[in-house]
Each structure stands twice: as structure tokens, then as C-alpha cells.
């Protein structure tokens, strides 16, 4: 399958590479060229625009970060959109809300290609190791179409609706888990303040009913003492305020989505956005300096 590819950064990276493994042929683009050294060396072939990456694809995807990216990527100048030949699929892999994904959407039908919003969910291992959870939105038919790409990068595909679903039940599962991620950074604040060994009492929640992925994120993150971002503290506020957009248009409220984010917020007041996202427990309770203060 020709597929041309837009964005090799964290995630892209990876799922380029998986798709190069399949025997796919990749055009891939990024706003970095330097970042698309390794993957030519692994036989992609670079392009210098998106617009250059879509040409003769029969699947043109995108993993970039924000609504403005993906703006950028289909419909700007040089952008995907002025080269992808009609009956093409179109899909995006990133988290961007539902309506910027049915704004693309319609900006593709203008012009006889497909579209689907296909958020994806596992982090840099799922993406290096072909083992992502997708969610997609859009026509079976065009599903069908694309699902050797899909194969290709994901272990579990979730059809979920129309255009726009995807994005919806990847904001669902990113607020949930954003707030899980913010309960137990507070238990292992409490922890700390009170004397305990916090990294135990996070090992012992496994084993309890507050077991949550996010926990076990944490532990690991506080044991290794690594603040790169797996996912950044930027992005998870990035997620919280799509969602929060999400509910507004709803009318639904949401005041744990609402008060959890504060701390996310607090955090990257001091700076923190571009570290990891659990660097969200130097503001939780400031436990690490309660228990520093003891020492």
C-alpha cells in the first residue's frame, strides 16, 4: 500500500517504521526534516511538503499535536489536501476534538477522498512496538479500505461512530486517565507527608481497587527518575481542555475533569509543560519536599 505519512515525531516515528516492516510503501513529512533521517535510512522516502508525501497515496495519515498542526498539514499552503488523489483515505491519528475532525472531514469530501478520525492510544511503546488501541470515526467502507495501514500500527482497532466519535471517545479515556494519574499523585504526596514510603504505597494500590494504569505510570516514572515526556504535561492539558470544550457543547459538566486539571495547570505555571506528564506530583500535595524536609 502507497501511504504518505505526516508527522514523525514521538508517535509517528514509530508507526512509520512499523509500516515500513509490513512492506508499505512511505512518503513521510515533517515539519523537522532532520527527524526523518532514521526512517529513510529504514526506506522511507522524505518529503518536503505534505502535500509531496500525499501524491499517488492510497492512504494519507497524519500524527501531529494540536488542532493548528493538523490545520497546517491538510489544508494549508502545500497542504495534503492540494495533492491526495480522489478515492484516497484520509486519517488522523491525532487527538484533536470533534470538530476540528469534521472540519477535515468535509474539506476531504469536497474532494471525493474519505476521512477518519482514528486517535490513537498506547504511548511511544505501543507506537514502536505496533501495539496501539485505535479509535475510529467514519464510513466502514473507508475503514475497510485502510485496514492494512491499520494492521500495520495497531493491535486493537474500535469502530465507534461517525466522524468525529473517535476524537470523542479518545477525550473520554485521556480525562479519565489524566484524572486517575492526579489521584494517585496526591496518594503518593499523602504518602510522603505523613512518612511513608511512597513508592510502596503506589506498588500496594495494584493490588487494591484504586489499580489503575496511571498508578503504575507513576511508580515507574518516580523509581527511574526520568521526566522526559512519554507524554507531556502540555499534552494532557491540551486534552483536558478539548474535553472540557467537548462537555461545554454538550451541556454536560464536569467538575472532577475541571478541578483535576488545576493541577496539571499549576505545574506547567512552574515550568514543567514540556516534561512528562507525571512530573504532576511535584505539585501535589509538594510531598517530595515533605519528605526531603525529614531527611
Keep these: 500500500m502507497r501511504v504518505g505519512f505526516l508527522g514523525a515525531g514521538v508517535m509517528g516515528a514509530g508507526m512509520v517504521t512499523n509500516l515500513l516492516k509490513a512492506g508499505h510503501e512511505v512518503r513521510v513529512y515533517n ?33 501531529v499535536t494540536d488542532t493548528a498542526a493538523v490545520r497546517a498539514v491538510w489544508l494549508g499552503e502545500a497542504g495534503a489536501l492540494a495533492a491526495a488523489p480522489p478515492g484516497a483515505v484520509a486519517v488522523d491519528l491525532s487527538t484533536v476534538g470533534p470538530a476540528a475532525a469534521r ?23 505501543g507506537a514502536r512496538e505496533g501495539s496501539l488501541t485505535v479509535f475510529v470515526g467514519g464510513e466502514g467502507a473507508a475503514l475497510e479500505r485502510a485496514r492494512p495501514f491499520f494492521d500495520a500500527i495497531a493491535r486493537v482497532v474500535h469502530a465507534v461512530g461517525p466522524v468525529g466519535a473517535g476524537q470523542a ?55 527511574s527518575g526520568r521526566t522526559e515526556p512519554g507524554f507531556s504535561l502540555a499534552n494532557r492539558l491540551k486534552d483536558f481542555v478539548l474535553a472540557l470544550d467537548m462537555a461545554h457543547a454538550a451541556a454536560c459538566p464536569l467538575p472532577l475533569t475541571a478541578a483535576g486539571s488545576e493541577m496539571f495547570w499549576q505545574a506547567a505555571a512552574q515550568g514543567m509543560g514540556e516534561l512528562d506528564q507525571t512530573v504532576v506530583r511535584a505539585v501535589a500535595g509538594r510531598g517530595e519536599r515533605a519528605q526531603a524536609a525529614r531527611r
Aim: net charge negative; glycine share 10%; aromatic share 2%.
Design 169 to 223: 471517545v479518545k477525550l473520554i479515556q485521556n480525562l479519565v486517565g489524566g484524572l486517575n494519574l492526579a489521584a494517585a499523585a496526591e496518594g503518593y504526596a499523602l504518602a510522603l507527608a505523613l512518612g511513608l514510603d511512597g513508592e510502596r504505597v503506589l506498588e500496594m494500590l495494584g493490588a487494591t481497587t484504586s489499580q489503575s494504569r496511571s498508578a503504575e505510570i507513576l511508580l515507574d516514572r518516580v523509581r
Design 103 to 125: 472540519e477535515i472531514a468535509q474539506a476531504c469530501a469536497d474532494r471525493q477522498i474519505a476521512f477518519l478520525d482514528a486517535p490513537v492510544t498506547g504511548g511511544e511503546a
Design 31 to 63: 515539519r523537522t526534516p532532520a527527524r526523518l533521517e532514521p526512517l529513510v535510512r529504514s526506506g522511507a522516502r522524505a518529503a518536503a511538503t505534505p502535500a509531496e508525501a500525499a501524491q499517488g497515496a492510497e492512504v494519507v495519515a497524519s500524527c
